[in-house]
Every structure is written in C-alpha cells, then in structure tokens.
C-alpha cells in the first residue's frame, strides 16, 4: 500500500490559489464603498435636501452656511422643528413641502415659528392660508434681475430663475415682489408684517448644488439664509403625517423572539441547502460510444422525395418492389420482366392485362392523393395474387 | 467539508432557546455554540488522508454478468473511523450502490464490497474514492477524494452459445461419429468398423471384410484442418445500431459463433477486425484458448468514424494463411456507393478463396415498405423499397463476384451464418 494520490486540495491550496480573487474582491468592495461615500447614493431624494450632494441637493448651501457662523440645524419633522426653534432666540426657518406631507393647519402653524420664515414654493393651500394675495403664476427660466427695494437683493442684482414664479394679486404694501415683474410673476415675494418676516421663494433653483455658483445665486442665498444665527431646516417627512405616530410597527406588536426565530429559519434552510447540495466527489468520466441510426438513410431520402414531390419516383421503387414479390411468389426468377409478370399473373386473378400494365407501368400520379390509391391498389393486388396462389 | 442532517437539526433545535428568553442575543450566542461543537467534532474525525486503499477488482466477465469489486479501506489512526464511502466506478460500470456506510475500528481494516452489473462492453473503470469521514457526534464531516484506479474488463456476451450444442450435434452428423454418413465430396477416410444395422451397405468395405469374418463398414468424416478468417469491418457503417444492437456487436457474435463451431470441427480460426488499423488480431490459437483470446480482442474494440479500407484486407488475408480460405467479411452490404471498396477487392479473394459477406439487415426498412397508411408513409415506403433495390443489387454484385452473402436480422445473423458454415462444410468447398 503506497501513499495514496489525494485529489481533493487541502484547505491552504485552496486558500493559496483563492488568494488572487479574495485579493481582488476585497479591492473591489473597497472601491465601491470610496465611491459611494464620494458620489453619493440613491438617485432620487427630496430637492433642497441640505445632507444631499446631488446637483438637487442643497449640501453646499448649508456646508457654507455652517462657515459662515450660522448654526444650521436639519430637521425632518414639525415637533423636531418647533423644539429646535424653541431653544434659540431670533432664527430663521427654511422649510418646502415639495411632496406635500404637510396639512394646511401644519403649514401656518411652521409659519408661525420663528421671526423670519422662508416658505420655498408653497402650493396653493398653503398660499390661500398663509398669504391670500399671493398666487401662484408660471414656471420660469433663465436668470432675472432683483428690481425691487428690498434689501435682501442689494447685492444680487441677477439670479437663476425657476422652476416656479408668484404673483401679487391684491395690491398689498407689506408685500414686494422681486425677481422678475408682475406680468411674469416674481421668484421672490416679501411680507413683512412686523414681528415676523414671510419670504415665499418661488426661484429654488438658485439655492441648489447645480446652480448655487451661477450668477448671483449665491450671494443671495446666503444673504438670504444666513439673516440670524440659528437657520432651522426643515424638510417635512412621513413622520409629520397624521396619525402616524399610533401605528405600531410589526417588531414593535410581535415577541422578542420572532426576529431572531426568523433569521434562525432561515440559516437553518441554508444549513439543509448546503447539507443537501454537496457533491459527493467529482464525477467519473464516461466515454460514450456513438450512436447512429441504422435507418437514416432510408428516412433521408424518403424526406428527399416528399420535398421535391418525386410521386412518380416513389411509385416506380414501389412498383418495382411489388414486382419483385409478385415474381417471388409465382415462382419466377427475380429478373422476370414485367410484361412476363403481368402476364403470369392476370389469368390468376382474372383481371385484365391493360389494367395491370396501367397500374403497373403506365399511370403516373398528379398529386399525393393518387400516389397514395395507387399505392394502396399495389398492395391490395399483392394480396390478391396471394389468395390466388395460397388459398387460406 | 459536508454538512450533516444532524448539524442541520441542531441549528433548527436553537428554537427553544430563542422562544423562552426572546433575546435576540441568544441567536448569536446558539450559533457559535453550534459552530463550535461541529468544528470540535470535525477535528475528532479521522483524517481521510491518513487512510490506505487496495483494491480487488474482477479480472473480466461477460456482459449481462454481475461481479462484486472488493476495496479495503485501512485505519491507521487511533480513532475509530465513521465514515460514508463512495466507490467512484463509471456509470457503465453498474454499480448497485455507490454510497456504503462503514465503521472501521482503529488500527484495523475493512472491505467494502460493490456489486456491479456492466452496462457497456469494452474497460470499465473506477477513478477515485470519496470518505466523507463523521465525528463521534456526526456533525461536520471531513470529505475528501482519493485517486484509487482500477478497472476490468467487460467481454462480449456471446449469447449466440446457446445455438452452439444444436449446431455442433449438425456437425457430428456429419462426422463419422454418427452411423448416417453420407459418402461424398468433402469428407475424407476416417476409420473402419463393424457393420451396425442400419448403416449404409454401399460403405461397406469389403476388402476388409474378407479379411475378418464380419462386415466391415467404411467411416467418413469431414475434411479438417481447413482455415476459415474472419474479417470484422471496424469502419463507420458497423456503428449503426439496428434493433438497439450495433452492427459490430452482432459481427462479434456471429464471428464467436462460427469460431466456436469451426474450431471444434478441426478447422483453424483466424480472427481480424480491422477499419484502417488492425484493431485485434488472433491468429494460431485453438480450442479454448481461442473463444478467449478473441473475447479479449474485442472488448476495447469501438467503432471508429472512419471509412473501412478494404484494399488492404487481401494482403492480411494472406498474412493469416498462404492456403485456400473460407474468408467471412462481416460488413454491411446496404448501398452500391458505400460497397464500391468491398466489390473493388472481391476479386482478388474469390480466386483463391470461399468468400462469405456475412450483413446485416434493417427489418425496420422492410416494416416500412409495408406501411402505405400516410402521405409520409408512402414516401418513406418508397424510399424502403429502395433500399431493399440497393441491397439486392450489392447483393447480386457480390454474387457474380463469386462470393455469397449471408444477410440477416441481429438476432438470426450469428445462427445463420452458422448454418451457412455447415452446409459449406457437407458440401466440402472449404
């Protein structure tokens, strides 16, 4: 008994020659990550979301913000907002339900939160309670000039226009619009009631990733923005729908144990896949000798003269087969002509010798369905010279 | 590495825990608990490393035979070896059961026995050994694969033996063992002795009888030490299979049939088969020995997808006897295209030789001329008729070369050319 030849590797091979590729996938999983963090995730996302940096986003806004000295804090919903504001004194609320979470009753009650409040394109609803003599007019593009005395625009004379625009209705002195005209609507419409200051924004393009270096976009949104020290910025969730708050989640109704009973199901499928799924040893090889069909010839050729309909050549190997058997079985040598043949055999079946010469000889078939008589009356005269010669 | 149901049963036992405490923790704290004790496990089980193999296999057997294959599998370790064992033999090779549960004690040695019924004629191999090698707590197994080759070898079954008693009794008949001889061309003086009734009077020799005072008959027997060669067609035609059997396969039993007959009749049996290389060869064996050299021959022999060269075949004929012959050609004798080779070199052998061309025929091509029931059918049965027309016609070719043709289906081709033998030999043209 000599050392025996093992061939399944042992656990260092294996793992010396998955080296390259566990090498390469941990590299692979790393770049992804580096990527991720550098570009960002998800393709969609609420617009002005100041923690985005897609071009939608509004990370650049805030980040500048937060350097500038101004305290920005992101909410994401109407109770984090209000204690958010609560704690600090003069602050400024930047808030836009763009997916309309927000009920009118919790637009006015933001709206009421701090001394300036920057509503970015209110909806109808929320313009009817908060501001009725402002409505809102078409979409916008390009840049449009401030044109207006307040002093919010005093050094950003040009700033991109769009997606939307308001318009004055009511002749209203605390309101002034800016950005644009009162035909074409404004980008901006200041209401200043005293205590509290409303700036509804209809131009939110210029406060994004994309567009915040264009014109004059910038110097207005800081301006704008960075008024007092603390900015609350508030993009309204699902958490600020009502009723949400009662509805239990499924962890939160079931036991302790069913999560945990979960994933040990379905560990323990995975245990019975892998129990189940391993090889027991490679295969053995097998050499399989070839396989033709004796008969394929025949087949070949038979399909041969059904596509090129060859019935008069099909019938004539017929004929030429009955001949031979009705030779055989008159007891003639198998080279008999067929005048002999036919001759031998229409007194034994008292049939006339034209006929036979006809069925035999002469007939050519137009079309399939007289090949098929013709061949069965070949088969039926076999039979009845065999009667004739063999009575039963 | 393999998984047990037993592993697999303890993860899912981790239920009970989880349920009474509800801490999600405990998921945590069974699964290492579970892993832990299947990997102890696993480092109790013996190394299939460790493990020596010998295999016993059987030498040969005729196919339709079941053998059984011995595999010893030695423990050198100081742990007892619970293991399940796959013997690793070819699907060909019929193994009844190739997953065994064994139990080898430490320091100790056990067999392992496979019972095989061959499905294939030619070498049956086994490549490996796989050990799935279990624990005292049967949860993880060490499973590894192990080169142990061996093989043997599935002779042609020769099922045409069961002809063989009748026609060998035809062929006393015509020995002078029987009292019914027949005196005539072909047979030769055997002996002489006393006149039985019954016997023919015209045998008596009365030469010698007027030498003793009883009748003395003449015996006669047939002419021996005749040389018969077979030539088996290797080529792409013998590959065809008809009625599930390969024409090659039914050239092997026709050729063992006629051997076993010739043979014992006295005559020498050179055996060939041949495409464009001599694939087996048996020249100068007798009795016994020959059916099992032959046999041997043949197992490995597959036909190769090449057209047979015939031109060579007179001068191996002339390697096997410088004598006259009865040469047996088994080959096919379907189309005049594909027999154009065959007829070129007929000649050649029917100068010196009785040529047989022993063939076998399709009864599927004359089940369908028979059939006129479809459209398809008719075209297929014309397209039989002629087929048969092509086989008549390379059959009255070889004929007017001087040979004769011996064509039948698989089952009656080895009895036939048998028969044909027989007759050859009565009429004394060997």
């Known amino acids: 008994m000599s050392e025996p030849t093992v061939i399944t590797p042992s656990i260092r091979a294996t793992l010396t020659r998955a080296l390259f590729w566990i090498i390469a996938a941990l590299f692979l999983l790393g770049v992804a990550i580096a990527s991720l963090n550098l570009v960002g995730t998800a393709a969609e996302g609420p617009r002005l979301d100041p923690t985005s940096p897609r071009e939608s986003g509004a990370l650049a806004l805030a980040e500048v913000l937060r350097q500038q000295g101004v305290d920005v804090i992101v909410t994401t919903s109407l109770s984090d907002t209000r204690d958010a504001l609560s704690n600090s004194g003069d602050s400024t609320l930047f808030y836009s339900d763009f997916d309309g979470y927000l009920t009118e009753a919790q637009s006015v009650d933001a709206a009421g939160l701090a001394r300036t409040v920057i509503l970015a394109e209110p909806d109808v609803a929320a313009l009817l309670a908060l501001a009725p003599e402002i409505a809102n007019a078409g979409a916008q593009d390009g840049t449009i000039a401030a044109d207006c005395s307040a002093s919010l625009t005093s050094n950003a004379p040009q700033i991109t226009a769009g997606p939307s625009s308001l318009r004055i209705i009511e002749d209203d002195d605390d309101a002034i619009g800016c950005y644009g005209s009162d035909d074409a609507g404004f980008g901006l419409v200041t209401l200043d009631h005293g205590d509290a200051?409303?700036?509804?924004?209809?131009?939110?393009?210029?406060?994004?990733?994309?567009?915040?270096?264009?014109?004059?976009?910038?110097?207005?949104?800081?301006?704008?923005?960075?008024?007092?020290?603390?900015?609350?910025?508030?993009?309204?969730?699902?958490?600020?729908?009502?009723?949400?708050?009662?509805?239990k989640t499924f962890d939160e109704l079931a036991p302790g144990w069913v999560t945990p009973a979960t994933w040990l199901i379905i560990l323990t499928l995975l245990t019975a896949a892998l129990w189940q799924g391993r090889r027991f040893g490679p295969l053995v090889i097998e050499k399989l000798p070839v396989t033709v069909r004796s008969n394929e010839t025949m087949q070949g050729r038979a399909r041969l003269y059904e596509r090129t309909a060859a019935r008069l050549h099909t019938l004539d190997a017929l004929r030429i087969g009955s001949i031979r058997r009705l030779a055989t079985l008159c007891g003639m040598a198998k080279t008999a002509s067929v005048d002999d043949v036919i001759n031998r055999i229409a007194p034994l079946i008292g049939q006339p010798v034209a006929s036979l010469r006809t069925l035999l000889v002469d007939v050519s078939p137009t079309n399939d369905n007289e090949l098929l008589e013709l061949s069965d009356e070949l088969l039926a005269l076999e039979q009845r010279v065999e009667l004739a010669i063999r009575p039963i | 590495m393999a998984l047990s149901g037993w592993f697999v049963a303890l993860v899912a036992l981790g239920i009970v825990p989880i349920v009474i405490t509800g801490e999600p923790i405990v998921l945590l704290l069974w699964l290492i608990f579970v892993i832990a004790l299947g990997l102890i496990d696993?480092?109790?089980?013996?190394?299939?490393?460790?493990?020596?193999?010998?295999?016993?296999?059987?030498?040969?057997?005729?196919?339709?035979?079941?053998?059984?294959?011995?595999?010893?599998?030695t423990n050198p370790s100081r742990r007892r070896l619970r293991a399940i064992v796959r013997d690793g033999w070819q699907p060909s090779a019929g193994a009844h059961t190739n997953r065994v549960r064994l139990s080898v004690p430490a320091h100790e040695r056990r067999e392992l026995v496979t019972v095989l019924t061959p499905l294939r004629r030619g070498t049956r191999e086994a490549a490996h050994v796989t050990v799935r090698s279990y624990g005292p707590l049967r949860l993880i197994a060490r499973q590894t694969t192990v080169a142990v080759s061996g093989s043997f070898t599935v002779l042609p079954p020769f099922n045409s033996r069961k002809h063989l008693p009748s026609r060998l009794a035809r062929l006393r008949?015509?020995?002078?063992?029987?009292?019914?001889?027949?005196?005539?061309?072909?047979?030769?003086?055997?002996?002489?002795?006393?006149?039985?009734?019954?016997?023919?009077?015209?045998?008596?020799?009365?030469?010698?009888?007027?030498?003793?005072?009883?009748?003395?008959?003449?015996?006669?027997?047939?002419?021996?030490?005749?040389?018969?060669?077979?030539?088996?067609?290797?080529?792409?035609?013998?590959?065809a299979r008809i009625e599930d059997e390969p024409r090659i396969d039914t050239a092997f039993e026709a050729a063992l049939l006629l051997a076993a007959l010739a043979s014992s009749a006295g005559d020498h049996v050179d055996?060939?088969?041949?495409?464009?290389?001599?694939?087996?060869?048996?020249?100068?064996?007798?009795?016994?020995?020959?059916?099992?050299?032959?046999?041997?021959?043949?197992?490995?022999?597959?036909?190769?997808?090449?057209?047979?060269?015939?031109?060579?075949?007179?001068?191996?004929?002339?390697?096997?006897?410088?004598?006259?012959?009865?040469?047996?050609?088994?080959?096919?004798?379907?189309?005049?295209?594909?027999?154009?080779?065959?007829?070129?070199?007929?000649?050649?052998?029917?100068?010196?030789?009785t040529v047989v061309v022993a063939s076998v025929t399709d009864p599927s091509i004359l089940d369908a001329t028979r059939d006129r029931s479809t459209r398809d059918a008719v075209y297929q049965a014309g397209a039989a008729e002629r087929a048969l027309l092509d086989q008549s016609r390379v059959a009255t070719a070889i004929n007017q070369l001087g040979a004769s043709v011996v064509s039948q289906r698989p089952s009656e081709l080895p009895l036939a050319l048998a028969d044909h033998y027989i007759a050859l030999k009565a009429a004394g043209k060997l």
Do not use: C
């Open chain 1, 197 to 247: 200051e409303l700036l509804l924004l209809g131009a939110t393009d210029a406060l994004t990733n994309r567009d915040i270096v264009a014109a004059d976009n910038a110097a207005f949104a800081l301006r704008m923005l960075g008024q007092h020290d603390t900015l609350v910025w508030y993009t309204p969730s699902f958490a600020d729908v009502e009723g949400s708050g009662e509805v």
């Open chain 2, 42 to 73: 696993m480092a109790f089980a013996v190394s299939v490393r460790r493990l020596r193999f010998e295999r016993n296999s059987p030498d040969r057997l005729r196919l339709g035979e079941t053998t059984s294959a011995q595999l010893l599998i």
């Open chain 2, 173 to 239: 008949e015509l020995d002078g063992a029987t009292s019914v001889m027949i005196r005539g061309q072909g047979t030769e003086f055997d002996s002489l002795r006393d006149y039985v009734r019954g016997d023919d009077v015209r045998s008596i020799d009365w030469r010698a009888t007027a030498r003793r005072s009883e009748l003395v008959v003449r015996t006669w027997r047939p002419e021996r030490d005749r040389r018969v060669v077979i030539v088996v067609d290797s080529g792409r035609t013998s590959a």
């Open chain 2, 271 to 353: 055996f060939i088969i041949y495409d464009r290389r001599v694939r087996a060869r048996v020249q100068g064996a007798r009795g016994p020995d020959l059916l099992s050299k032959m046999v041997n021959g043949m197992a490995p022999v597959q036909p190769e997808l090449i057209e047979m060269d015939w031109s060579a075949v007179p001068s191996l004929v002339r390697q096997a006897t410088s004598q006259r012959a009865l040469v047996v050609l088994a080959t096919s004798a379907e189309s005049p295209g594909a027999s154009h080779g065959l007829l070129a070199v007929l000649p050649q052998l029917t100068t010196k030789h």
